[in-house]
T-cell receptor
Framework: AQSVAQPEDQVNVAEGNPLTVKCTYS??????LFWYVQYPNRGLQFLLK??????LVKGSYGFEAEFNKSQTSFHLKKPSALVSDSALYFC???????????FGAGTRLTVKP | GAVVSQHPSRVICKSGTSVKIECRSL??????MFWYRQFPKQSLMLMAT?????????EQGVEKDKFLINHASLTLSTLTVTSAHPEDSSFYIC???????????FGQGTRLTVV
């Protein structure tokens, strides 16, 4: 079965600085990759996805992610962090051969003013 | 668009009783729905994947007879926790996906407390 790893439990950045939240994956076939954000007492919100095509995908709230097949990574990035970006971020993967969707452990992003 | 409604948001039940949680895709048809369990400060643990009109695929270690999943239509899936016990207390989350390779949209979750 496919799996996802988010190596960092916590990422701290200063407001205005660029941020990166890391994600690596393991699948047997072609991956479908997703990023979600979870705010306190809210459901998961979809940010962006990679299915095929350009390796750099852009999503909601100024976030983007780069698919790197050789490194099996799909890191989430934003050029300039906002305090309001502070939340829990999850990377997820679907395998074209399976129908399920699996999540990484999550990374708590804290942006300090 | 792409709204998923999960009901109830909170439920308290007595040990030994059953609880049903509903997951509805309000503005799209979902060929696949997922059920997760989330423990405090932890990730989402996939319990089962259900496809409309067919039996759910359960993850290893998840009891099929305890967690009954029904996906009778393209807009509704239900999870029934049968003979609930305190250790079943958790946050249950559903999500729905239009097709096999698209994103899933999530419900708000259900906080189940078994007393």
């Amino acid at each position: 079965a496919q799996s996802v790893a988010q190596p960092e439990d916590q990422v701290n950045v200063a407001e205005g600085n660029p941020l990166t939240v890391k994600c690596t994956y393991s699948v047997s076939g072609n991956p479908y990759l997703f990023w979600y954000v979870q705010y306190p007492n809210r459901g998961l919100q979809f940010l962006l996805k990679y299915i095929t095509g350009d390796n750099l995908v852009k999503g909601s709230y100024g976030f983007e992610a780069e698919f790197n097949k050789s490194q099996t990574s799909f890191h989430l990035k934003k050029p300039s962090a906002l305090v309001s970006d502070s939340a829990l971020y999850f990377c997820a993967v679907r395998d074209e051969g399976n129908n399920d969707m699996r999540f990484g452990a999550g990374t708590r992003l804290t942006v300090k003013p | 668009g792409a709204v998923v409604s999960q009901h109830p948001s909170r439920v308290i039940c007595k040990s030994g009783t059953s609880v049903k949680i509903e997951c509805r895709s309000l503005d799209f048809q979902a060929t696949t729905m997922f059920w997760y369990r989330q423990f405090p400060k932890q990730s989402l643990m996939l319990m089962a994947t259900s496809n409309e009109g067919s039996k759910a695929t359960y993850e290893q270690g998840v009891e099929k007879d305890k967690f009954l999943i029904n996906h009778a239509s393209l807009t509704l899936s239900t999870l029934t926790v049968t003979s609930a016990h305190p250790e079943d207390s958790s946050f249950y989350i559903c999500s729905a996906s239009r097709t096999k390779n698209t994103e899933a949209f999530f419900g708000q979750g259900t906080r189940l407390t078994v007393v």
